[in-house]
C-alpha cells in the first residue's frame, strides 16, 4: 500500500507516522500493493476544538472510496479508533463484491468466522414523505432548518433556481450542497 500523509495545523512526528504506517500496513492483506491511502491528520481549528485532533483514513479504490474519521484528545488513540471502522467498511463491501461478481482491485481474503458471522442488519426505507419545493434563499432556508429541528433541509434555491440541500455540520456550522443538472 502506498500511504499518502496530509497535515493541516498538525506537524506529525516520525515516530507518529511510523506507528500509523505499521498499523495501516495490516490492512494490506485486503489490497494489491498500488493501492493508496491517504491518511490526514490535523488539530482542531476552532475555539471549542483546540485540544481535539482528527485523523482521516481514506482508501481510494476504482469504484469506490472507503473512509473513517475519528477525533479524540490523543492521535495516537485515534489510529486505534480509525482502523477497526475502516476494516469494518472493507469486510463489507468486500462481501457485496462477492455476491455481484463486479471486479474489482481487492485480493481473496478468507475473513475470520468471527467478522462473518456478524449479524448484518439489512437497512430498509421505514418512511416516506413528499412536499412541494418552495424558492427560498438560503438565509430564509437556515431558518426553517432550525425551525424544524432537523439536521437537514431539502429547498429551492430563489437565486439558482436549483434544489439544494443545507445541513448542520459536526463543528455546529452548516453546510449547503448544491444540484447541478
Known amino acids: 500500500m502506498k500511504i499518502e500523509f496530509l497535515c493541516k495545523n498538525y506537524d506529525a512526528s516520525e515516530k507518529l507516522k511510523a506507528v500509523i504506517d505499521k498499523k495501516v500496513q495490516k490492512l494490506d492483506k485486503f489490497f494489491d500493493e498500488d493501492t493508496r491511502i ?3 491528520l490535523k488539530k482542531g481549528s476552532t475555539r471549542n ?3 481535539l ?13 472507503m473512509r473513517a474519521e475519528v477525533t479524540s484528545d490523543n492521535m495516537y488513540s485515534n489510529i486505534d479508533l480509525a482502523l477497526p ?3 469494518k467498511q472493507i469486510i463489507r463491501h468486500h462481501k457485496k463484491i462477492e455476491s455481484k461478481t463486479k471486479k474489482f482491485r481487492i ?3 478468507s475473513l475470520d468466522a468471527d467478522i462473518v458471522e456478524e449479524k448484518q442488519e439489512e437497512k430498509t426505507i421505514v418512511r416516506s414523505k413528499c412536499y412541494t ?3 427560498m434563499s438560503i438565509d430564509d432556508a437556515i431558518e426553517e432548518l432550525e425551525l424544524v429541528g432537523h439536521n ?3 429547498f429551492l434555491n430563489k ?3 436549483s434544489i439544494n440541500i443545507l445541513y448542520v455540520r459536526h463543528d455546529g456550522n452548516y453546510g449547503l450542497i448544491e444540484t447541478v443538472v
Open 159 to 161: 437565486g439558482t433556481n
Open 152 to 154: 437537514f433541509f431539502v
Open 133 to 135: 419545493l418552495s424558492p
Open 49 to 51: 476544538t483546540d485540544d
Open 38 to 40: 491517504k491518511v490526514g
Open 85 to 87: 471502522k475502516l476494516e
Open 53 to 65: 485532533y482528527t485523523m482521516e483514513l481514506t482508501i481510494l479504490l476504482d469504484g469506490a472510496v
Open 107 to 109: 485480493k481473496d481474503v
